[in-house]
């Protein structure tokens, strides 16, 4: 299938990607082929009843994709959409196996796909909709803890991956890491806290920790740090409304949100929770109090911003509006939100594309974290909190008595404050998107030829893949 303004499917784009970063690594033509094909493709129909009666059947087209077995288990989130399509899943779940590798996380690449529009279906269809599909992939041994680990990804959150754990214990009563056959969950169903958030904070420590590169914004015009820089989101869901959140409070200013039936203009910032509110309350997002309307969703693409932030949907930026962006830099919270064609105007105008196969890593990041924690059965920090706080209070204490001055009480607690879970979560993912930021950034200082972040993000993720390969003896 070829997927909108582009003579590229979804699939072929992630491989033109490859391809064009294949030659800097030092593998042959068939380690590269076995890096970049899907491994197993499963195409499922179920039947489901539905209706207030539930007595109408409704056959469910469905998939699952692992991309790559290099590490196990498999990892990646279940989109619930009409234009679910096998390229689709195929595409995601290739980014995924690169994208776990450039964040360290110790996985291959999967992903889920089931073709449906969750809005025209009830919560009790969902549920079975989902029940059933996770009773498929138990059927074909595509779901578990060590096997292949579904996480939540447009059109899905904590609610369906609840029923997913909860289906597939049912299924394996006993198994006493069965809660680590899916994350992205409900935390008091063996969630994580910080998981929700983690894509949109993923979102703003990759760009601010780029915004602290000297060289990057000195070409750019712009001055370093991310204080005062002007922001434009496109779409309001999980993953734009965190970024648009991280980056006001970290000083940014978010100058227009853009959903399906508009967008919203105000050059003195946004404050996205008022502008969530204000959706819900409406039904849209136009209409908000101080903001200008643009009627045209995909004007606020192309308007003047330091930073444009694709948060939704795939080619959302195509041949047809890519000479018309302004922004500087442009981060790629979705997944594959640039036709190759697009990719290669951005490239020509010296705008900074922030690959999403990095950028977005931060919910694969998290979910790693969740997965750990079910493995382990024990709470981040419940350990060691009180352990820390003790042993910080007696030294503040010395500080004390040894200059003979007295902190405030603010910053008593503060230097004795134990970390709590959503502390470390917070605290490894930071440290996760500065490494893997800079990881990329070395790639381009060794290859001074590679002018594009994605191409030097393959690079590191090609030999990353290519090395497992090697330490599992599959190639000499
Ligand atoms: N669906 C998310 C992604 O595309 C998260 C995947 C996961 O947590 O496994 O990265």
């Not at 609610?159 to 049912?170: K, L, N, Q, S, V």
Request: hydrophobic residues 35%.
């Amino acid at each position: 299938m070829s997927s909108s303004n582009s003579q590229y499917s979804f699939f072929e784009t992630v491989g033109y990607y490859f391809d064009k970063a294949a030659h800097y690594t030092p593998f042959d033509a068939g380690i590269l082929e076995q890096i970049k094909a899907c491994n197993h493709v499963l195409r499922m129909r179920f039947p489901v009843r539905v209706g207030p009666n539930m007595d109408q059947i409704e056959v469910i087209e469905a998939y699952r994709v692992q991309h790559s077995q290099h590490k196990t288990p498999c990892k990646g989130g279940i989109r619930y959409s009409e234009d679910v399509n096998q390229d689709e899943v195929m595409a995601l779940a290739s980014l995924m196996t690169y994208k776990c590798a450039i964040v360290n996380v110790p996985f291959g690449g999967g992903k889920g796909g089931i073709k449906v529009n969750p809005k025209k279906f009830t919560e009790l269809e969902l549920e079975r909709i989902t029940r059933r599909y996770t009773a498929e992939l138990v059927k074909k041994n595509f779901i578990g803890p060590g096997i292949d680990v579904p996480a939540p990804d447009y059109g899905s959150g904590e609610r369906e991956m609840g029923w997913i754990a909860d289906t597939y214990m049912a299924m394996n009563a006993g198994d006493v890491n069965g809660l680590g056959c899916v994350t992205g969950k409900p935390v008091s169903q063996g969630g994580v806290r910080g998981r929700k958030e983690a894509t949109g904070l993923g979102v703003f420590y990759g760009i601010r920790e780029l915004c602290t590169n000297e060289k990057t914004m000195k070409k750019l015009g712009l001055t370093t740090g991310i204080e005062g820089k002007t922001v434009v989101v496109q779409g309001l869901g999980n993953v734009g409304f965190h970024s648009a959140k991280f980056f006001r409070q970290g000083g940014a200013k978010v100058i227009a949100i853009a959903e399906y039936e508009g967008a919203i203009m105000n050059p003195n910032g946004l404050n996205e929770t008022e502008v969530f509110n204000h959706r819900k309350a409406t039904g849209s997002i136009l209409n908000f109090p101080g903001a200008t309307n643009l009627t045209n969703s995909s004007d606020a693409l192309t308007l003047e911003c330091d930073i444009l932030v694709p948060a939704a949907l795939e080619n959302v930026i195509h041949d047809g509006n890519a000479s018309d962006i302004k922004a500087k830099i442009i981060a790629e919270a979705a997944n594959g939100p640039i036709t190759v064609e697009a990719d290669k105007i951005l490239n020509k105008k010296h705008i900074v594309v922030v690959p999403d196969i990095f950028l977005n890593a931060g919910g694969v990041t998290v979910s790693y974290f969740e997965w750990l924690k079910n493995l382990s059965h024990v709470r981040y920090g419940r350990m060691e909190k009180r352990f820390t706080e003790n042993t910080n209070s007696q030294l503040v204490s010395q500080i004390e008595e040894l200059t003979g001055k007295h902190m405030e009480p603010v910053t008593k607690d503060h230097l004795s404050k134990g970390a709590d879970e959503v502390d470390l979560i917070y605290s490894g993912l930071e440290e996760t998107m500065i490494s893997a930021l800079h990881d990329i950034l070395h790639v381009m200082e060794e290859h001074p030829d590679i002018e594009d972040m994605r191409t030097a993000a393959f690079v590191l993720a090609i030999k990353k893949v290519g090395m497992s390969y090697r330490e599992l003896g599959i190639f000499p």
